[in-house]
Each structure stands twice: as structure tokens, then as C-alpha cells.
């Protein structure tokens, strides 16, 4: 039995054929589609449903699984009543690097709108991520994060208000926080601790970035550190799992 990765470096081994060799009936019009799409080419509109189930003689039903698939994947993406091809995902480097130094690498444009910038007592839970005692103030801002007008991420961040007092009158919502930390609060960053995992986007998140609660997300936590170890602010960011992967290179 032939056991040859497929052609493409990263696909999966045998194009995904189990090795008893029978190939699920929405998995064999998946691989028809997705060849479709790289003939149609970013922006692309794809044929209805109907026209893709004649087009391979199966149901609409087996279409429709072998579109939900594309769709979590990133390789579709709704537009008004119908679907077209996404762009490539943006990658976002495991760096202490802010978003939008990440976004701009790739060409796109990087933006945020507020939801909001509230002061609050800081938790038992929060305190030594901050470098705050409980109850102290800290401050926390959530952002809706953008590429190119679409929203991709939901950002929230916690900051001592010792470290930066004046958060409230001089920062611009729209711009990097890394940037204000280093420019106009003076602090250096040192070093971060990261977790990546998968979740699941509540019906708050899921409403705020415009995705349907199903769609897989990948949930990532930093703590970050001055360059004198002292600990400096805990982001929590939700990116949308068909927009997104992470690179870092390693030593």
C-alpha cells in the first residue's frame, strides 16, 4: 500500500485516505472543492450549493458538510447571501511583539475599536501578574482587534494603574499599547510567559468579533515582565481560528 505523504510540504499524509482506503463521501467532494477554490483564486465566488451537489452527483447535504469543513478551516468566508475564497491566514509571530507590528509585516492594515476602559480593585487571582496588591487599581481595556476593517480578535488587557496613571486621558484606543508602554509610560519589556490553547468563543465574544459561537478559537495568555523582572501586564486575546496561526522560531 502506497503510504507517500502527499506532494504539498504540511497536508495531510495520503491526502487524508484512511489506510482501508474508503474515503468518506464529503471528504472526496472537500478535496473537489478545495481544488476548486485554488482555480478561483482569492475573493472567488463559489457556486451554490445546488450547482456543487449536480456538479458531483452527491446530496446537498454531503455539500454542505464538505463547506461547513472549508468554512472552520478558513478557506471560505461568507460575503452577503453567498461564500467566497479567503485570503491566507494571518500569522502572528511568538514574539514580544504587539499585533499591530505583526499585521503590518504581513501588508495588512492593523486596527482596533474599543469596547471599553474600566478601573477596578485588583483580584487576589490578578495581583502577582500586575505586580499590584489585591484591591489596588488596575485597569483593564478590551479591544475588538482588525485587519484590513475585518474583525479577527478580541484583546483584553490589565495593567496596574501605578504603572500607567494616565491611561484614560492620553492613550488612543486605536494604537499599539506596546508602543504607549515603551514611549510614553517608559517601560522596557524584559521577557513573557505565553499559553496558547483551543476554545470556544462565548456568546458575548462570539457577538463582539462577528462569528458564529461554533467557530474554534485559539485563546492565547501573557503575562509580561520589565527588563528588571518586574511583572508588567496580563493580556488575554481571542483570534479567530480561521484567520490565524502562530509562528516562532526555534533554538
Do not use: N
Not at 4 to 13: Q, R
Not at 75 to 91: D, N, Q
Not at 168 to 194: H, I, Q, T, W
Amino acid at each position: 500500500m502506497d503510504r507517500s505523504p502527499s506532494a504539498a510540504p504540511g497536508a495531510p499524509v495520503r491526502c487524508g485516505v484512511p489506510e482501508h482506503g474508503r474515503v468518506p463521501k464529503y471528504y472526496a467532494v472537500k478535496t473537489r472543492v478545495s481544488a476548486l477554490l485554488d482555480e478561483l483564486g482569492e475573493g472567488g465566488a463559489l457556486p451554490t450549493e445546488r450547482d456543487l451537489a449536480e456538479r458531483y452527483g452527491v446530496a446537498r447535504e454531503t455539500v454542505r458538510q464538505a463547506l461547513r469543513d472549508l468554512l472552520l478551516e478558513g478557506r471560505l468566508r461568507r460575503k452577503g447571501r453567498g461564500t467566497v475564497v479567503a485570503g491566507p491566514k494571518l500569522e502572528q509571530p511568538l514574539s514580544l511583539a504587539s499585533y499591530t507590528e505583526g499585521v503590518r509585516r504581513q501588508g495588512r492594515r492593523p486596527g482596533r475599536t474599543l469596547v471599553g476602559l474600566e478601573r477596578f480593585g485588583c483580584p487576589q487571582a490578578l495581583a502577582a501578574e500586575v505586580g499590584a496588591a489585591p484591591g489596588d487599581p488596575v485597569w483593564h481595556l478590551e479591544r475588538v482587534l482588525l485587519a484590513d476593517d475585518e474583525r479577527v480578535g478580541l484583546e483584553s488587557t490589565y495593567v496596574a494603574v501605578a504603572r500607567a496613571p494616565r491611561l484614560d486621558a492620553d492613550f488612543d484606543p486605536d494604537s499599539s499599547f506596546y508602543a504607549y508602554l515603551r514611549d510614553r509610560v517608559g517601560a522596557v519589556f524584559g521577557d513573557a510567559d505565553e499559553r496558547i490553547e483551543t476554545v470556544l468563543a462565548t456568546p458575548r465574544e462570539a457577538l463582539l468579533i462577528g462569528t458564529p459561537p461554533a467557530l474554534p478559537m485559539l485563546l492565547l495568555h501573557r503575562a509580561s515582565r520589565d527588563a528588571r523582572g518586574r511583572p508588567l501586564e496580563r493580556v488575554r486575546t481571542l483570534y479567530r481560528g480561521d484567520r490565524f496561526s502562530f509562528t516562532t522560531r526555534l533554538g
